[in-house]
């Protein structure tokens, strides 16, 4: 992510964290935009992976397309940043790597969670959270099912 090129004055816009959109990961980020939590897939051994990467580290293969996961998933490990909350951070958030039900792990924003039950093994489930008018970021919140 980074930080928008403005800094906050008076009465400006409230900051906004972009991604840092390029040609290997627009795929995810048009997905995200659309409702879709798209991973990377090899296309040699259909094995999937996140961060994205231009090779597969199983088969070393350049070629690559993508498939829609679910979106469910489980807290692997989490951390409540308390500092510092730098813009547009207001107040301690949680930060998680999840484990997608496809395999996958990334790194996400958690919301909705009470204190008492964030944990180790939570399940949860993907949302597109509208973050300005023209940004969706996912953000992961707890599934109650
Ligand atoms: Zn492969």
């Known amino acids: 992510m980074t930080a928008a090129r403005k800094p906050q004055a008076h009465g400006a816009a409230p900051v906004v964290l972009r991604p840092a959109v390029n040609g290997d990961n627009a795929y995810f980020w048009d997905g995200v935009q659309a409702g879709e939590l798209r991973i990377q897939r090899c296309v040699r051994c259909s094995r999937l992976r996140h961060p994205d990467s231009p090779a597969c580290p199983q088969c070393g293969s ?17 951390a409540v940043v308390h500092h510092p909350l730098l ?47 023209d940004l969706v970021l996912p953000v992961f919140e707890p599934r109650r099912t």
Do not use: C, K, M, N
């Open 87 to 133: 813009p547009p951070f207001t107040e301690p958030y949680p930060v998680a790597v999840v484990t997608l039900a496809e395999g996958v792990r990334l790194i996400t924003r958690l919301r909705g969670f009470e204190p008492d039950e964030l944990r180790i093994g939570a399940p949860v489930q993907v949302r597109f959270e509208e973050v300005a008018e």
């Open 62 to 78: 350049l070629d690559w397309d993508w498939t829609v996961a679910s979106g469910q998933a489980e807290v692997h490990t989490y």
